[in-house]
C-alpha cells in the first residue's frame, strides 16, 4: 500500500495504473488484485490508513477529556488537524481528495467524510443532548467542511497566519456558531 500511496501522492489518482502500482511495489497484476479489487479501491484503501491514523492522532490527544467543553475538544482535534497538514500537506490533499475526482473514489471519500461527520455529531450531541438532531447534523456539517476548507486555504497562505492564530479562529468560530444554537 505504501507504494501506492506514493504514486497517489506524486502523480494524482487518475495518472496512475495498476500497472504503475505492480511495477512500483513489484508484485503482479493478481497480487494487486488479490488485496484490491481496483485502482480506485487502493486509493481508498490508501485514504482509510490516513484516516486511521488522523484518527489514532486525535484520541490518543483527547485522552482525558472526556468531560471537557466542546471548545476545548475542537482545540484538541483542531491541533492534530493541522498538525496532519503542517507534517505531510501532499498526504492531507490524499485524504481529503484530489480536485476532479469523480464516480466510485468520490462516492466512496465522501462516504468516509461522512463517517467524520458522524463522529463530531456525537461529540456535540454528548455535551449538548438539548439540540434537535438537525442541529447537531448541521454544525457537524459545518465544523467538518469548515476545517476542511481552512486547511486547504492554510496550506496556500502559511505566511499570512501561524498555525496556533488558524486554530485558535476555528475554535472560536465553531464555539460561537455552536453558543447560538
Known amino acids: 500500500m505504501e507504494c501506492a500511496e506514493a504514486l497517489f501522492l506524486e502523480r494524482g489518482l487518475q495518472a496512475v495504473s ?3 502500482v505492480c511495477r512500483a511495489a513489484g508484485v503482479s497484476r493478481p497480487v494487486f488484485y488479490d488485496h484490491f479489487d481496483s485502482l480506485t ?3 481508498i484503501a490508501c485514504v482509510r490508513r490516513i484516516r486511521v491514523e488522523f484518527q489514532e492522532m486525535v484520541v490518543a490527544e483527547m485522552a482525558g477529556t472526556e468531560t471537557a467543553e466542546l471548545s476545548v475538544l475542537f482545540q484538541v482535534a483542531g491541533e492534530a ?8 500537506p501532499r498526504r492531507w490533499a490524499l485524504f481529503y481528495g484530489f480536485p476532479g475526482l469523480y464516480g466510485e473514489a468520490a462516492e466512496q471519500l465522501e ?4 463517517d467524520s461527520v458522524q463522529v463530531i455529531a456525537a461529540l456535540i450531541s454528548a455535551r449538548r443532548p438539548e ?4 442541529d447537531v447534523m448541521v454544525a457537524a456539517q459545518m465544523i467538518s467542511g469548515g476545517g476542511e476548507q481552512l486547511g486547504r486555504w492554510w496550506l496556500r497562505h502559511r505566511g499570512e497566519a501561524s498555525r496556533d492564530d488558524v486554530i485558535g479562529a476555528y475554535r472560536r468560530y465553531t464555539s460561537a456558531a455552536l453558543h447560538s444554537m
Open 111 to 114: 462516504s468516509l467524510r461522512e
Open 41 to 43: 479501491g487502493a486509493y
Open 81 to 88: 488537524f493541522f498538525s496532519l497538514i503542517e507534517q505531510d
Open 131 to 134: 439540540l434537535s438532531e438537525a
Open 18 to 20: 495498476v500497472e504503475d
